[in-house]
């Protein structure tokens, strides 16, 4: 379990933003105003609850400290969107940051997950494939591949691309099958090099 | 990630349907069909049945979705109705699909989110 107070939040997100040469914004709880970057059929996907500090970023982007332990969003124009979860939910969150010029957000979003990690006494890995950056954070000692994430994403034209991520075996296939019947048709099954993996390992004493 | 599937998406839950256009700003009418019955609908070229009608506000001809989940329209070439409308009433749709499937199946929803190219990205956990 882990909790932080409000303060103890506040003092993380100002130590980011002093570290990225920014200042944090606590004149008064709000909420993250994401009005102007909506589409007019697009519902508001901030998180309800009192907003407790905003960064303001050059650019058109904060990044936004809800209710403690955390509920961050970095939000702006570009293809990145960083959320964290509540941490006493589960354990931890998976972040995608966009690159593209926008270094300064991913250095934003690295600082701010590195202090998070720190006050959390957490588990930190962050991965790079060059379009995105991935965070996660997980409490130490839990065993991350026993609570997979499905990403679904579904395109313009509503076609969906379903993917399980850090879950080893054939069983991530049990965990998706009833999302990608309920959609439609699969015309495409990618398997990665995990999924022949063994679930249990076996190992052998006494040879060698 | 141990495995990804795409998916071509086909319209069958007509529930979701009713949800996703009440989400679209852009569809004036929706009827659905009695169970085991079909609905007739006016096309350019005649008349088609299917398991539901979807008229869109600007749209000459409505959008009929047949019971193999497709759906059958007449917008010549975006001139009689912007395919983006249909388009969107079909992520909508899938979306609708997703939330509802992640529910019944003890997972929860960790995050929604739609990307600055306008994907709709959901993300769940048992």
């Given at each position: 379990?882990?909790?932080?107070t409000t303060a103890e939040t506040l003092s993380i997100a100002t130590e980011a933003a002093r570290s990225c040469g920014m200042v944090l914004d606590t004149s008064g709880e709000r909420r993250w105003d994401y009005s102007p970057f909506l589409?007019?059929?697009?519902?508001?996907?901030?998180?309800?609850?009192?907003?407790?500090?905003?960064?303001?970023?050059?650019?058109?982007?904060?990044?936004?400290?809800?209710?403690?332990?955390?509920?961050?969003?970095?939000?702006?124009?570009?293809?990145?969107?960083?959320?964290?979860?509540?941490?006493?939910?589960?354990?931890?969150?998976?972040?995608?940051?966009?690159?593209?010029?926008?270094?300064?957000?991913?250095?934003?979003?690295?600082?701010?997950?590195?202090?998070?990690?720190?006050?959390?006494?957490?588990?930190?890995?962050?991965?790079?494939?060059?379009?995105?950056?991935?965070?996660?954070?997980?409490?130490?000692?839990?065993?991350?591949?026993?609570?997979?994430?499905?990403?679904?994403?579904?395109?313009?034209?509503?076609?969906?691309?379903?993917?399980?991520?850090?879950?080893?075996?054939?069983?991530?296939?049990?965990?998706?099958?009833?999302?990608?019947?309920?959609?439609?048709?699969?015309?495409?099954?990618?398997?990665?090099?995990?999924?022949?993996?063994?679930?249990?390992?076996?190992?052998?004493?006494?040879?060698? | 990630?141990?495995?990804?599937?795409?998916?071509?998406?086909?319209?069958?839950?007509?529930?979701?349907?009713?949800?996703?256009?009440?989400?679209?700003?852009?569809?004036?009418?929706?009827?659905?069909?009695?169970?085991?019955?079909?609905?007739?609908?006016?096309?350019?070229?005649?008349?088609?049945?299917?398991?539901?009608?979807?008229?869109?506000?600007?749209?000459?001809?409505?959008?009929?979705?047949?019971?193999?989940?497709?759906?059958?329209?007449?917008?010549?070439?975006?001139?009689?109705?912007?395919?983006?409308?249909?388009?969107?009433?079909?992520?909508?749709?899938?979306?609708?699909?997703?939330?509802?499937?992640?529910?019944?199946?003890?997972?929860?929803?960790?995050?929604?989110?739609?990307?600055?190219?306008?994907?709709?990205?959901?993300?769940?956990?048992?």
């Open positions: 379990m882990i909790h932080t589409k007019p059929d697009e519902a508001d996907p901030t998180p309800a609850g009192p907003q407790v500090g905003v960064l303001r970023l050059p650019g058109e982007v904060s990044l936004g400290f809800n209710r403690p332990p955390a509920v961050v969003g970095v939000f702006g124009e570009g293809p990145y969107t960083l959320v964290w979860d509540d941490f006493r939910e589960g354990w931890g969150l998976t972040s995608r940051i966009g690159h593209e010029g926008r270094h300064l957000k991913t250095a934003i979003a690295l600082e701010a997950s590195r202090q998070f990690a720190e006050a959390g006494n957490l588990e930190r890995k962050v991965t790079a494939d060059g379009e995105t950056t991935k965070i996660r954070l997980w409490r130490k000692g839990d065993d991350v591949t026993q609570n997979p994430i499905i990403t679904i994403e579904i395109d313009e034209k509503g076609n969906a691309t379903v993917e399980v991520d850090g879950m080893k075996g054939s069983g991530c296939s049990l965990l998706t099958k009833d999302i990608e019947r309920a959609l439609g048709k699969t015309t495409e099954v990618e398997k990665k090099p995990e999924y022949n993996a063994p679930t249990q390992q076996t190992v052998k004493i006494g040879q060698g | 990630m141990s495995h990804k599937t795409t998916i071509k998406t086909e319209i069958h839950d007509l529930e979701a349907l009713k949800r996703a256009c009440d989400k679209h700003g852009e569809v004036a009418e929706i009827k659905v069909a009695e169970a085991g019955q079909e609905i007739e609908a006016r096309l350019y070229q005649g008349n088609t049945k299917g398991a539901a009608v979807v008229k869109f506000k600007s749209w000459n001809y409505p959008v009929v979705i047949k019971a193999d989940g497709t759906a059958e329209f007449d917008n010549y070439n975006g001139n009689w109705g912007d395919q983006k409308h249909l388009d969107k009433l079909t992520q909508l749709y899938a979306a609708e699909v997703v939330v509802q499937k992640v529910k019944t199946s003890g997972l929860r929803i960790i995050s929604q989110e739609t990307t600055a190219e306008g994907r709709i990205r959901i993300q769940a956990q048992k």
